[in-house]
Every structure is written in C-alpha cells, then in structure tokens.
C-alpha cells in the first residue's frame, strides 16, 4: 500500500532551538532513524531491507562510502545510512496523476523536502517544449527525443553530461564511454564541488588522486587527525572505526570550527555498551579553529618539528624517506622556517599552547594519518592547504607504512569509483589510448567542463543539451539564481533519477524524467560493483522488488540511449545491457589494477586496487618522488562587520535530499533556516539571538541574498558562521572558487547580516 506524503509545504513556523549535544548515536539515534524508515516503508520492509544493508551478498549502503570491515555485525549500517535506504525503499510513489495534477511551474516553488517526500519516480516523464505539465512517454520515444536534440548540436561540445556519485562502476564505465564516442569530454560530476581540491593536490604531491590509507591502517594509527569533518552525522560508521584505534592506543585530535557531537562523544548503537552510559569520547584534543585556518595550524605544527629537529638532531625528520622519497624538501622547509606567527594566531584563532601541545602528540606517534572532508576542500587556498597536510606527514615520512597517510573521507557510496571509470574532464592521456585501443575509436582528448565551467557554458549559450546521471544539479550548485536561469536556457534537459527534485522542475525547455533502478532493487540477476573511499571494490546486489515495472537500470538507459544515437551496429551496447560481465571484462582491459575483474569481484569482501604510495612507497608524479611544495600563507580577512560563512549539512539530510527536518545534535528541531554565530560578534553586531535575519554576500559583481534566517547563539570562533546547505548556494558566487580545482567556495562566503524589519 502506498504510503501518504505530506500534503503541504512546511515552513520555518515550527522551528525551535534547544541544546547541543555532546554524544553521537546510541539509542536516540536508533530509534529516529526507524521513524523515518517506519513512515517511508512500514516496519516489516524496514526490518527486512535494513538486514541487506553492506552484507556480503547484499547491497552496498547508498550512504556514504566508508568502508566495511573484515568482521560484519548483524548491523552493518548507521542511523543515517538507514534513512538513506529508507528514503530509497519507500513507499511512496510519483506518479502520472501526480504530473497532471502539480504544473512544472508549481513544482519549482515548492522544497527540496516536499519534492523528495513525494517518493519514488515510476515511469517516463516528458515535458514537450513550450508546456508547462510532463506527460508519460514510452522509453523508445524518449531515447529518441535525446538522440535527435543530440544529433542536431553544431558541435558534441554542445552537450553535457553530469554524474552524481551514486552510479555503479558498470553504468559509469558505460556512460564515459557514450559520451566519449558522441565526441566530448564533458563529463562534470559532483566530484568537481567535492574532493576535487585533494586529488588536484594529492596527484601532484603524491603521484595519486586518493587516499593512502586502508581501514587496517586506521585501526593500527598512533595519531589521527580528523579535519573539516563530521563523522557522527556524515560518515558515522567511521566513529566506530576510531572506537577501536583508541582501544588500540590511538590520540584522536579534532580540528573544526564547530564542537561535532560524534567527534567529543560517540554512542556505538551496535555494542550493548553503547546504548547506554556515557559512550566513549573521541577526540583527545579539540583545536576550534577558525575558517580557512587549516593552511597555517599545518605550516606551524611543521615549523614546530623543525624546532623540534635543532634541538635533538636526527630524531624527529625521517632522513632516509625524505632524501629517498621526496623532492623540493630544501625550498619547502626555507619557506616554513620564516613563518610569521602572527599570522599563524590569526589565520587559526588558536593559541601558541593549543599548538605545542599538539606538537607533543604528533612527536610522540610513530604513525599518523591525516582524516578530512569538505571543511578543507572548499575554500579558495583549498589545495594549497592540503598540499600542506601531505608536507606535514612527509617530514616524518608518515606516508606508505602501517598506521600512516592521507585519508580523504569521499562522500557519495560511489564517487570515487566514477572517477576511476573515467569520469572525468580531463582524462589522463593512458586512458584516453586503452578506450582507442579497446574500442578501435579516436575518443576526444580536448579536457570537457567541469560543473562550474558547465553553467557558464549554459549561461552563455554555448551548451544546449543537459543530461544528468543522478543528483540534483540545480541545487547542488552554487550561485543558485545564476544557475537556474541557466538551465532554464538549455533547449533540452535529461535527469535519470530515482526521487524528484529540483532539477526537475528548474528544467530546460523541453525535459525528459527517466526513473531508474536504485541501490536496494533488483536488476534481474545482475549485480553491480563500487569502490569505497580506500579503494575496496566489491559487489552491489539489490534484493527488493524495484518501485515500479517500469523501471530500467542506469546500464540499460545508458545503453539504449547509446543504439538510438549509433545504431545498433556501433560498440557491442547490446552484450554490456544483456552481460555485465561484459562490461567488466572491457573494464579488466582498460582500467589499471581490475585484471581478473569478474573472478576476484565474486570473492566474498572484493579486492583492493593497487595503490603504489601504500604499497611501495612509489610516487607516480612529475619528479618521480613525493613534492614538498611551498604553499604561502595569505589571512583571509574579513571586512569589518562581515562575518565568514561555511554552509553545511545538518543531520536529517543528504546533500539536496532532505530526510526531516531536525538536527538533533545541533539543537535545532522543525526548521532549516538558522544561521549559527558567536554571542560575541552578536552582541558586537547588536543582534539579538532568536532574531530574524537576512545573509547577503558581498561580490564584485553585485549582492546576493538569503532571505529569513533566524539567529542562533552557538560555539564557533569569532568572525565565523555556519548555515545549511542547500539554501545558501544562492550565496555563494558562481566565480568564487578554488584555485587549480574549481571547486565552489562553499566553506568560506563573505556575509552581512541584515536584521530584518
Ligand atoms: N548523512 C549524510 N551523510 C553524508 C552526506 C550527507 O549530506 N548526509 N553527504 C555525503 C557527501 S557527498 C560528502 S562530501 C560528505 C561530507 O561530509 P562533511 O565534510 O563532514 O560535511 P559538511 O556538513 O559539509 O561538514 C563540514 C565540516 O567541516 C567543518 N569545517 C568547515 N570549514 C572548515 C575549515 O575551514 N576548517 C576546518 N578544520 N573545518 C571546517 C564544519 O564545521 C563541519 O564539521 O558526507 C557524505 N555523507
Ligand atoms: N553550498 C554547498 N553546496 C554543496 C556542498 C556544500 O557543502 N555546500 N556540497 C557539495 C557536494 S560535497 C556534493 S557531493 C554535491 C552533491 O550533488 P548531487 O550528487 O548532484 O546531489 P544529491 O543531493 O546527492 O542528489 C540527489 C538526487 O540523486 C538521485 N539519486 C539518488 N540515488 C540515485 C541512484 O542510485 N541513481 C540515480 N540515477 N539517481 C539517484 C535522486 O533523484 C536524488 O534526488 O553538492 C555540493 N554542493
Ligand atoms: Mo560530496
């Protein structure tokens, strides 16, 4: 029976501010997650899909892409990665009715939350050009549709064709490969507003654009830094994975501007333990650092070793790595030694104490392994400053031994293996021959636009043809208005989707909807595979019965799509629809580190990709060696009365799906619309807590404004304030970005806040 969505839009009037918490999970965690899930899909589906979730036969969780350890409990998922199958496994159903009775026009003023609480796509939508409703059409019809808009674009590089992080390896290599063969690089994917910072930096220092680290490491480190992170709400399987590395002996610091729940105390649902009592704590140190502080506290922890090295030589620089490993050590450690501490105290907002006293946790750990997320990757000096973590662990030579490395926490369950099928703009030179030599095609080699480049190119009207495998573009976007309006201008736009969104309604002038199989469903006898954030590939079954009859898989619609727009004779489309062996053998001959792809995926667990840093201590870069790189240091300061604002996620979402409307450890409950600050740059500001503000930004090119916030007191450093993500993206300028990787600067946005009447 098809569960009720809610019937009306909910605002803001229910909102209201309690404490924050200082634990993560245990059982109020538990029991939140099964009301989402209770209300999505009734308890026995929820018990019986929960059960699926990360076993070895089972399907891998469409949460986050941490990985699954050796030794699986019944309970292999989180609080939050319940409410993402439960948000999968609903219910609920968007139907043809539902298209007849709600305009395209009507859908744009309506949330994120009310459009993704309206459940599960069911059939092909279209929306003919100059008609404001969709109206069901058959698949054929709409392979067709895409295939002519295609084949009549002036030049391939007219097309776009974004990927969000929850495709298979199977319909991601699938995808490259139709877009490569229609003539364009053009592939931007959610990548580009994420992770783009470190792998812009890790290939360049480290020769890889992942992390070095397996779970293995992370439960044998010493000393692990957690960094621009939020694991108790983001990634919380991940508390567990620190639980033990303390148990094992391991000091957890913690660098945030914000005090997280899951980082100062950790509940572990899954342990009759962590339901009650007082959990354990985590972080050993907490350095509350300001915005965009991170370069500098990386630059002076390395100074501090340096100092550390004159005064016992010989016993803290790891000698022998540096001078047989590395490369530019010379110039990086002048540059570091004339370091001005008075930037230091500003760039950090942390005393000189709160920074030696770290200095005596690293000098005392043999291993140390650098943990981050997006509080590092999307700021203007983003990739400088990671180029600054990868100095800091090579002095030590904390790279490529157990215990020891980076460890970039990806986001989506499998963004990290789109990129290694191929998703990408600028595809390496190697990849670009092995697809020519597997498929007797020259592809393009000209780099296609990343997301930002890819609104610009809409903007201006030199792309027409929007297709999107996943995600929800318009609101994951920055410079929202900008955005929209942009895409409003393409002539045809394509979501291959599982929920409504945005994107759907916020469309081109004519758009097509094509629902497809998600994660937890069954695609006939066919399994797909992921990588997770450390490179363990494995197997993906789904074992529901998917939400409709007529949905078909990503694999399929790329495919389908792929003989209406080259016939049936082009590529072997039709074997990689039937087989995904198939694909998967073409995988084992294109991709480096899949030989044998077919046999070693079936082995229970999967198989790790080679990863030359942690396996040989080989460096893949330009010099052949690890690069120290002098990474200056510029304060961001900021204009008198204007704060710094970093937008982020609250507990009940993932990313643009909004699963309720809570945040449970922030305090906040019935509403979204908060702007957190300090009680000092309040009263300074004279605004009162509780107000009711509006956020402008400030750019060359004009103001921007988020209208309706209300003012919440909390803990973050002066001079800093954080809000949610997605409805501050109308803030954040689409030219504001970071340098080398282009990644939205959507952790640093210069605002004001204006009072309202
Ligand atoms: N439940 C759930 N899980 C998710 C997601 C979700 O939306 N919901 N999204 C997935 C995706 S795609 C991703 S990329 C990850 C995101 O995972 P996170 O990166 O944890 O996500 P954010 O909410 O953006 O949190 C950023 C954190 O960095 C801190 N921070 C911000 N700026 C700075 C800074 O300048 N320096 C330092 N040191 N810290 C800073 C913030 O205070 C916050 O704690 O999570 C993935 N998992
Ligand atoms: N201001 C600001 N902006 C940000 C960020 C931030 O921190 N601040 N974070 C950035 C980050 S890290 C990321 S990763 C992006 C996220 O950008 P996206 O990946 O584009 O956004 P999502 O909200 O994850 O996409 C959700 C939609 O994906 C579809 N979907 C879900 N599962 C599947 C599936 O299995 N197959 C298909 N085909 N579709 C599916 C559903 O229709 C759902 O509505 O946002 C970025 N934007
Ligand atoms: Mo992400």
């Not at 003919?128 to 590089?157: C, M, Q, R």
């Not at 070095?212 to 399987?237: A, C, M, Y």
Request: proline share 6%; hydrophobic share 35%.
């Amino acid at each position: 029976m098809a569960k009720k969505a809610p019937q009306h839009d909910v605002g803001d009037e229910a909102l209201h501010v309690g404490p924050s918490k200082q634990w993560a999970a245990g059982v109020p965690g538990v029991v939140h997650s099964l009301q989402i899930s209770y209300a999505q899909m009734g308890a026995k589906r929820t018990l019986l899909t929960l059960a699926q979730v990360n076993q070895k036969n089972g399907f891998d969780c469409p949460g986050c892409a941490w990985p699954e350890g050796d030794h699986r409990s019944f309970a292999e998922f989180c609080e939050n990665g319940a409410k993402a199958v439960a948000e999968e496994a609903t219910l609920r159903r968007v139907t043809r009715e539902f298209f007849t009775e709600h305009s395209v026009s009507e859908l744009a003023r309506r949330s994120d939350y009310w459009l993704g609480q309206q459940g599960r796509l069911t059939e092909p939508m279209h929306k003919p050009a100059g008609s404001d409703h969709y109206v069901p059409v058959s698949w054929d019809k709409a392979f067709t549709v895409i295939a002519e808009h295609l084949k009549k674009l002036d030049d391939p590089n007219e097309a776009l064709f974004y990927t969000s992080g929850r495709t298979s390896n199977e319909a991601a290599y699938v995808y490259q490969l139709l877009v490569r063969r229609f003539g364009t690089n053009n592939l931007p994917d959610c990548s580009n507003m994420c992770h783009e910072s470190s792998g812009s930096a890790l290939t360049e220092t480290l020769g890889i654009g992942k992390g070095t680290v397996s779970l293995e490491d992370l439960h044998k480190s010493d000393l692990i830094f957690v960094v621009g992170q939020n694991p108790g709400t983001n990634h919380p399987r991940m508390l567990s994975a620190l639980e033990r590395a303390k148990k094992n002996g391991a000091r957890v610091i913690a660098v945030n501007p914000l005090p997280e729940a899951g980082l100062l105390r950790f509940k572990n649902p899954q342990k009759p333990g962590g339901v009650v009592g007082n959990g354990t704590q985590i972080a050993d140190r907490f350095l509350q650092i300001r915005l965009n502080g991170d370069l500098a506290l990386f630059q002076a922890l390395s100074h501090q070793l340096l100092e550390a090295e004159d005064a016992a030589p010989g016993t803290v620089i790891d000698r022998e790595f540096v001078e047989r490993h590395t490369h530019g050590f010379d110039d990086w450690e002048k540059h570091v030694r004339a370091l001005d501490w008075n930037d230091v105290e500003e760039a950090t907002g942390l005393s000189r104490t709160e920074i030696d006293d770290t200095v005596k946790d690293v000098l005392g750990a043999k291993s140390v392994i650098v943990c981050w997320a997006m509080g590092l990757t999307q700021h203007k000096n983003s990739v400088p400053t990671i180029r600054e973590v990868v100095n800091f662990l090579l002095l030590r030579g904390n790279m490529g031994r157990p215990g020891a490395g980076v460890c970039p926490v990806r986001g989506h369950s499998n963004v990290q293996g789109d990129r290694t099928m191929g998703i990408y703009e600028k595809p390496p030179a190697a990849f670009i021959d092995a697809l020519r030599d597997e498929f007797g095609f020259e592809p393009p080699r000209e780099h296609g636009h990343d997301v930002v480049d890819s609104i610009r190119a809409l903007r201006d009207g030199r792309a027409k043809v929007f297709i999107a495998m996943g995600g929800n573009f318009v609101s994951a976007t920055p410079d929202t208005d900008v955005t929209e309006a942009a895409l409003r201008k393409a002539e045809l736009t394509v979501q291959v989707s599982t929920k409504l969104n945005r994107s759907h309604a916020v469309c081109g002038d004519e758009a097509l909807i094509l629902p497809t199989l998600g994660r937890t469903e069954r695609d006939g006898d066919r399994f797909v595979t992921v990588e997770d954030s450390m490179g363990m590939v494995h197997a993906s079954r789904g074992r529901l019965r998917p939400a409709s009859p007529d949905l078909l898989s990503e694999v399929t619609i790329v495919t389908r799509l792929a003989r209406a727009l080259f016939g049936a004779d082009d590529l072997p489309w039709e074997s990689f629809e039937s087989d995904y062996d198939a694909i998967r053998d073409s995988i084992a001959r294109v991709v480096p580190g899949f030989d044998d792809f077919n046999a070693r995926v079936r082995a229970p667990g999967g198989f790790a990709l080679p990863n030359a840093p942690r396996d040989e201590r080989r460096f893949n870069t330009v010099t052949g060696k690890a690069n120290f790189t002098v990474n200056p240091l510029e304060v961001l300061r900021i204009p008198e009365g204007r704060l710094l604002l970093q937008t982020l996620r609250s507990h009940d979402q993932y990313n643009t799906t909004i699963y309720g409307l809570d945040d449970r450890y922030r305090g906040v409950h019935q509403g979204r619309r908060v702007v957190f600050v300090n009680p000092d740059d309040l009263a300074k500001l004279g605004i009162a807590d509780g107000s009711m503000v509006d956020l402008v930004s400030e750019w060359p090119d004009g103001e921007r404004r988020a209208e309706g916030f209300r003012v919440i007191a909390y803990s973050t450093p002066r001079g800093n304030c954080a809000a949610y993500y997605p409805e501050t993206n109308v803030l954040v300028p689409l030219d504001s970005v970071a340098e080398t990787s282009n990644t939205p600067t959507s952790k640093s946005v210069v605002v004001r806040i204006s009072p309202r009447a």
